[in-house]
């Protein structure tokens, strides 16, 4: 892994501007936010050593840098998932490079299913904190020490100073912010009205599948995280509706330019 991660970064760091501070990741149908970016370099997945590739609809593939707001930011367009075939370790693999790349905020986008009553469908969600259901950990093996401790805490992942900063932003824009918990699971399959119902009673929010290695690998590098998902369609248990992936990526598609104003201006916000 430490070798891996270190070619990747070595070629990186010959294309890229240094002083990169953000790391960005965009997903189903929400690469609305890099559009905005004054784009340096473009780099498909491919290109990239050890980088895996996105195999699915609505994932561009492709690691862009340049700058959004005045701040240096590494975002990818397009993320790998579990559901993919890749393991734990390849879809995080990414964060890692970032890390070593120097970046200091950790910033995620993703689609979600509903489970709260109060959400609407293209409701955008502030994580404040979540429940891995993959069923693994991107952390399991030997531990890397130059990365993360062993036994890395997880009781403040999602920085309250970042919540803050993006509740303070949305009342700015007029868009009406929820929060909650997401719950990760490994999908493909979306979920059953029992699986809904027990999402719902254990506190979840809502629930994708994507994110949660994410941010487990994040915190483990020590960044300060934010996530903000789309919630695309509504699970009620009781009156469970067909979701679609042409739903799902049509909801992001729409919600993409209010969610890439709301980064814009949390980065923008962003203490120097
Ligand atoms: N379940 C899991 N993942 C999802 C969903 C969902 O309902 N919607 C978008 N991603």
């Not at 707001?69 to 975002?75: I, K, N, Q, S, Y």
């Not at 502030?126 to 993959?134: E, L, R, S």
């Not at 995280?225 to 049509?250: G, H, L, Q, R």
Request: proline share 5%.
């Amino acid at each position: 892994m430490i070798k891996y991660v270190k070619e990747a970064t070595d070629f990186l760091l010959s294309r890229i501007a240094s002083h990169l501070e953000i790391g960005v990741i965009t997903g189903t149908g929400l690469g609305g936010l890099t559009d905005r970016m004054e784009r340096g370099i473009q780099i498909p997945y491919e290109d990239i050593p050890h980088f895996p590739i996105s195999t699915i609809e609505g994932h561009r593939g492709t690691l862009v840098s340049g700058t959004l707001a005045g701040r240096f930011v590494l975002a990818m367009e397009g993320r790998f998932h579990l559901y993919e075939g890749y393991s734990l370790q390849e879809v995080t693999i990414p964060i890692r490079i970032m890390s070593k790349l120097g970046i200091k905020y950790l910033f995620i986008s993703s689609a979600a299913g509903g489970l709260n009553f109060h959400f609407n469908q293209g409701d955008l969600m502030i994580v404040t904190d979540h429940m891995n259901f993959t069923g693994s950990n991107p952390l399991i093996g030997p531990n890397i020490d130059e990365f993360g401790p062993r036994f890395p805490d997880m009781s403040k992942i999602y920085d309250s100073a970042l919540i803050k900063l993006a509740k303070q932003q949305s009342l700015k824009l007029g868009i009406d912010l929820k929060q909650g918990v997401y719950a990760g699971v490994m999908g493909p399959s979306l979920e059953t009205p029992a699986e809904t119902r027990f999402l719902r009673m254990i506190g979840a929010d809502a629930v994708g599948m994507s994110t949660v290695p994410e941010v487990i690998v994040g915190a483990h590098c020590g960044l300060r995280i934010a996530v903000i998902v789309v919630i695309t369609n509504i699970n009620m248990p009781d009156c469970m509706k067909e979701t679609s992936i042409e739903e799902v990526i049509s909801t992001a598609n729409s919600a993409s330019p209010v969610l890439a104003d709301l980064w814009e201006n949390i980065i923008n916000a962003l203490p120097e």
